[in-house]
């Protein structure tokens, strides 16, 4: 198991209710639509603002035990959700649109891999469907669980967390650069490392600053996520998401850029209210950033 699920508590007048319209600290994404009394992860939109695709582990109707579902923007409102076609029936996960729009990446566990949860890439058509899934090869996935793919504003980086390249603990987060073929030579985030699991990281501000998930144990243990600014070279003094239900009990995971709108973020957890069921998709506003430009070169 990936991450602790909380348990279902959900209030039926909310499955038809709207989406919320603005933004305080918080609100929760597409309500009955996107979020549903399943658990809802990750959530990624398209450039262009038009789709987004996000992980359920247990929403009826997908093809395997956790699925890829999307659904489409129109007027003003997410609609017709439904699984992606790129599913197996393994374990497909972590969507994350690249910043051109020209690919889906995510993780899974499908036959063919080098082992484990492995990342894989699937190109997305002019006519808005899915080519086939493209395993993104032994330069990153290895016999252990490689998650969370994020690739950076110029494509030139790939950030993902993996217990199988070594590090501190158990997942850490490492950037791999793009050779011209594929992402190779992955090395670790600098300064974030420890003996607890980091992953499900977002860049903010071009990597000036991280917003990534840390825990004792993500499948056992609650799960916080954590802000972190780049100092000469590496990521220092992690401070709590601030959010209201982002605490040391709860889930709170799967940060994502919107990449329509950058100065807004999409995160998975569970707020008192609104709320649809068990880890549901909110939007807030994106963390100030104040670090330097150091931590991502190389």
């Given amino acids: 198991m990936r991450f602790r699920l909380p348990g279902l508590a959900l209030a039926a007048s909310l499955l038809c209710a709207p989406s919320a319209s603005g933004l305080s600290e918080f609100g929760i994404e597409g309500m009955g639509v996107v979020s549903t009394p399943a658990n809802e992860v990750r959530g990624t939109v398209a450039p262009d603002g038009q789709r987004i695709v996000w992980g359920s582990t247990d929403r009826a109707g997908g093809v395997g035990g956790w699925d890829l579902w999307q659904a489409s923007l129109r007027d003003g409102r997410w609609q017709d959700p439904r699984p992606v076609p790129v599913n197996s029936p393994a374990n497909d ?30 190109a997305v058509l002019a006519d808005g469907g899915f080519g086939p899934a493209q395993n993104l090869g032994p330069g990153v996935n290895t016999r252990g669980d490689e998650w969370a793919p994020t690739v950076s504003a110029d494509g030139q980086r790939l950030l993902f967390a993996s217990d199988g390249h070594g590090g501190a603990g158990r997942h850490d987060l490492f950037v791999a650069r793009w050779d011209g073929q594929a992402f190779v030579d992955p090395r670790p985030v600098p300064g974030l490392a420890s003996a607890q699991d980091e992953f499900d990281a977002a ?8 917003v990534f998930a840390r825990s004792e144990d993500p499948a056992t243990k609650p799960v916080r996520l954590w802000i ?3 100092r000469q070279g590496r990521y220092v003094d992690p ?9 040391e009990q709860g889930t709170t995971l799967g940060p994502v850029v919107d990449a329509s709108k950058p100065s807004e973020l999409l995160v998975s957890g569970s707020a008192k209210a609104p709320r649809a069921g068990k880890l549901d998709l909110y939007r807030m506003k994106a963390p100030a950033v104040t670090g330097d430009e150091r931590c991502m070169a190389r």
């Fill in 228 to 230: 972190a600014q780049c």
């Fill in 203 to 210: 860049w903010l501000g071009d990597g000036r600053a991280i």
């Fill in 239 to 247: 401070q709590p998401l601030p959010l209201s239900f982002n605490d």
């Fill in 93 to 122: 996960f972590d969507p994350f649109f690249s910043p051109d729009g020209h690919w889906l990446y995510f993780f899974s566990n499908r036959k063919g891999g080098q082992g484990g949860d492995d990342l894989y890439r699937a």
